[in-house]
């Protein structure tokens, strides 16, 4: 397997931009710690997804629990019970999925596409999902269930909060699948995961996702070139 110059180029730039972040910020707190961890494993596991390689899900492992935990340090309940309830054991899912798969002496999948009915399936559940799970967790009840007290936020979090969960699992679930439309999904999803830890404020969080909506973009271009449709 072999990277070309813009896969080096963006986990290069992901890895020097983090430390220096990391450095700069002279925060040594475990929130800042695992920023770091969860940027670079995490843009490595992006960058091995859009090349369909298979171990994409080793450091994906290391960077769900990673991130998931910085989260919920964070308050954004969305977040880390996406990345500690639904994306470790995905891991293992999905390896053992795509293994089944894999194209003849390659370690690539194929990809196909989504016909009509799949993407109203897919867009009705989503809206109705991200309506639902904000709601949820804007509720005081929730926040003092799972956190102990409630945090000052505005509405839109929670909802901009639920969006990155929910669309974040509908991409899963495509990716898992193998269809290239999980890229379009995950650029919307990075894109509000941008905002999200704007929100928050957390400059390393803003460029682990900056970097993934770029790699988003070429992903989608990639498996694109390569779609078949069944």
């Known amino acids: 397997?072999?990277?070309?110059?813009?896969?080096?180029?963006?986990?290069?730039?992901?890895?020097?931009?983090?430390?220096?972040?990391?450095?700069?910020?002279?925060?040594?707190s475990s929130i800042a710690v695992l920023s770091v961890i969860s940027s670079i494993s995490n843009i490595t596991c992006v960058i091995l997804v859009a090349k369909r390689s298979i171990w994409n899900y080793v450091p994906g492992l290391i960077g769900t629990v990673t991130y998931g935990v910085l989260s919920y340090l964070s308050g954004n309940t969305g977040e880390w019970m996406l990345n500690l309830i639904f994306y470790v054991p995905m891991q293992f899912i999905g390896w053992f999925v795509w293994s089944k798969s894999l194209a003849s002496l390659s370690d690539e999948v194929q990809s196909?596409?989504?016909?009509?009915?799949?993407?109203?399936?897919?867009?009705?559940?989503?809206?109705?999902?991200?309506?639902?799970?904000?709601?949820l967790m804007s509720l005081d009840f929730t926040q003092t269930l799972l956190y102990g007290k409630v945090f000052d936020h505005p509405i839109y979090k929670y909802y901009i909060d639920s969006f990155t969960t929910v669309a974040s699992i509908t991409a899963q679930i495509l990716m898992l699948k193998k269809y290239r439309e999980q890229w379009l999904v995950w650029i919307s999803v990075n894109v509000f995961t941008i905002v999200l830890w704007g929100i928050t404020t957390n400059p390393i969080m803003i460029l682990q996702w900056t970097c993934m909506l770029v790699n988003s973009i070429y992903g989608f271009i990639k498996w694109k070139q390569v779609a078949e449709i069944k």
């Not at 990277?3 to 002279?26: A, C, D, P, Q, Y």
């Not at 196909?112 to 799970?133: A, D, E, F, P, R």
């Open 1 to 28: 397997m072999k990277f070309n110059k813009f896969e080096i180029g963006l986990l290069s730039t992901n890895i020097f931009l983090s430390v220096l972040l990391f450095i700069l910020g002279k925060d040594m």
């Open 112 to 135: 196909k596409y989504l016909n009509k009915k799949q993407w109203l399936i897919t867009i009705i559940s989503l809206v109705g999902g991200i309506y639902l799970y904000g709601t």
